[in-house]
């Protein structure tokens, strides 16, 4: 399993589509066993979420993201998680100890 955070210097970004990269942690037998930075390609409609899903991405953590996103990440079965707040280090061991949970809260000025 992989699972990305969107991130601003190692914290979880509060908006998807504008972060500098993506943390995006390899999961086997719920441990990280490797993860790498990928740096933000680029903010276009539709984009980010098919990239990911590219990548081989099973889970996506943000702070906030737009309806369209979130329903492109839907489209390609990752779970989208929104609301996070703080470390990317802290997001990931919340979400495998099934700590983490999606607010639902969706970005609207999008």
Same mark, same amino acid.
């Given at each position: 399993m992989k699972i990305a955070i969107a991130c601003d210097k190692g914290e979880v970004t509060q908006h998807? /589509?504008?972060? @500098? $990269?993506?943390? =995006?942690? @390899? !999961? &086997?037998?719920? *441990?990280? !066993?490797? $993860? @790498? !930075?990928?740096?933000?390609? /680029?903010? &276009?409609? #539709?984009? %980010?979420? *098919?990239? %990911?899903? @590219? *990548?081989?991405?099973? =889970?996506? !953590?943000?702070? /906030?993201? /737009? #309806?369209?996103? =979130?329903?492109i990440f839907n489209d390609n079965n990752i779970e989208v998680i929104i609301g996070a707040r703080g470390s990317a280090e802290k997001n990931i061991d919340s979400y495998l100890k099934g700590e983490l949970k999606s607010t639902g809260s969706i970005c609207h000025h999008h």
């Open positions: 998807f /589509g504008h972060c @500098e $990269s993506f943390m =995006v942690f @390899e !999961i &086997r037998d719920n *441990k990280v !066993i490797n $993860s @790498e !930075i990928i740096p933000n390609p /680029g903010h &276009r409609p #539709g984009f %980010l979420p *098919k990239f %990911l899903h @590219e *990548k081989g991405v099973n =889970v996506i !953590i943000s702070g /906030g993201m /737009g #309806g369209a996103a =979130v329903d």
